[in-house]
Each structure stands twice: as C-alpha cells, then as structure tokens.
C-alpha cells in the first residue's frame, strides 16, 4: 500500500525542540522529492520545507527558516523534519507528502504543540 | 511569501456548478503551471484534485477541472454532490522556488 506514515509529534514547552519523521511505503522513495506542511487549529494549510530527491537542494518557508531543517535517509525511506527554538505560532497538525509541486500523497499529520 | 487570495466560502445546491478562485500575482501563479488543488474533508489529509493546472490525477471525477488565466486560477466542480462539501485550497509554485497556498475556500453544499 502506498503511503506516508508521520510520528513524533507531542507536546514542547516554547524554545523547546522535537524531530517529526515521515516514514514512506508502496513507492519509489528514492525517486521522489518531499515536503513538510502544517497546519494550526482552524486554519489553512502553510508550506514549511522541501528536500529533493537526492537531499541536493532543500527549501524553506521564512517563517521557519534558521530553526527546522529537513533532511532524508533514502536507505530507510524515511524524511525528518527537526524543529528547534519552537514557538507557539509553530503549534499544528505537521503533514508529510510526497513531491514538491503537487502534493499527490499526504500522510494522516501529527500534531506539534508548544506551550508553557 | 504571501499567501493565495481565495474567497473565505461558496455555496451551491446538488447538481449545480460552483467555481473557486485563486488569485496570485507574477511570482507565483503568473509564473507558472505549477497551480493545485486540494480538498479537505474535516479531520482528513488534503486530497489533490487538480495539479498543473488542469490534470486530474488518476481516480478523482471528471465533475473537477482546473483553468487559469493570468495570474487567477480557479476550480470548477460541476453537477454537485453532498460529499462535495469540504475545504478547498489553491497552491502555486513560485519563482523563490517556494510553495504557497491559498486561504482556503468553505464549500456547502445546500
């Protein structure tokens, strides 16, 4: 089955830090560029970050630039999202997809809050 | 990067037509054909509808289709149906080598 399975979400205090993985199945991993986008309580979804195929170039929201970074493991089909110097603003439902263009895989999120 | 401009909610009964706008600028939908569509059911991941602007992927109806002209793009759904109704959002590929979404538009349908 084709799929993207999201863990490490949970609950940070602010300036705190967390790692999200996204584990990926059914699919040429290797082949395929991967996002990170969030989404807070009630609101819409925000593009976080990207990572080409081959980890080569990787992009990054402004919002967040300077404080996560995403990197991938092509041997364990897998990508990470690690979040530093968290705020309460980053509080959201965090997704994995596939591609970088048009998201056409999304894994079910998992969910970051920050809070003191 | 700032975001799509979508209206915050449309409406339309079973059967009808309903089209969504995105409105970008020439960084972004101007730029490019690089516009998506998603849909939202509550408490779900976004589904993509529409991509390139007009392809639908491989399972989702021939009731979507996607247009665009200058820097607007927009989603039409045609011949509505109950479970049409969820959140639909825009997203465009920019030139910062970025992706942006849109607000997000409220679909009911009557």
């Known amino acids: 089955e084709v799929q993207l399975l999201e863990s490490g979400g949970g609950f940070v205090q602010p300036g705190g830090a967390l790692r999200l993985s996204c584990a990926a199945s059914?699919?040429?991993?290797?082949?395929?560029?991967m996002s990170w986008v969030r989404q807070a309580p009630g609101k819409g979804l925000d593009w976080v970050a990207s990572i080409t195929s081959s980890s080569v170039n990787v992009y990054y929201a402004d919002s967040i630039k300077g404080r996560f970074i995403i990197s991938r493991d092509n041997t364990k089909n897998t990508i990470y999202l690690q979040m530093n110097s968290l705020r309460a603003e980053d509080t959201a439902v965090y997704y994995c997809a596939q591609d970088r263009l048009s998201l056409s895989l999304w894994g079910q999120g998992t969910l970051v809050t920050v809070s003191s | 990067q700032s975001a799509l401009t979508q209206t915050a909610s449309v409406s339309g009964s079973p059967g009808q037509s309903i089209t969504i706008s995105c409105t970008g600028s020439s960084t972004d939908i101007g730029a490019y054909n690089y516009v998506s569509w998603y849909q939202q059911h509550p408490g779900k991941a976004p589904k993509l509808m529409i991509y390139?602007?007009?392809s639908r992927p491989s399972g989702v109806s021939h009731r979507f289709s996607g247009s665009k002209s200058g820097h607007t793009a927009s989603l039409t759904i045609s011949g509505l149906q109950a479970e049409d109704e969820a959140d639909y959002y825009c997203?465009?590929?920019?030139?910062?080598?970025?992706?942006?979404f849109g607000g997000g538009t409220k679909l009911t349908v009557l």
């Open positions: 059914g699919f040429t991993f290797r082949n395929f560029a």
């Open positions: 997203s465009s590929y920019t030139t910062s080598s970025t992706l942006v």
């Open positions: 390139d602007v007009t």
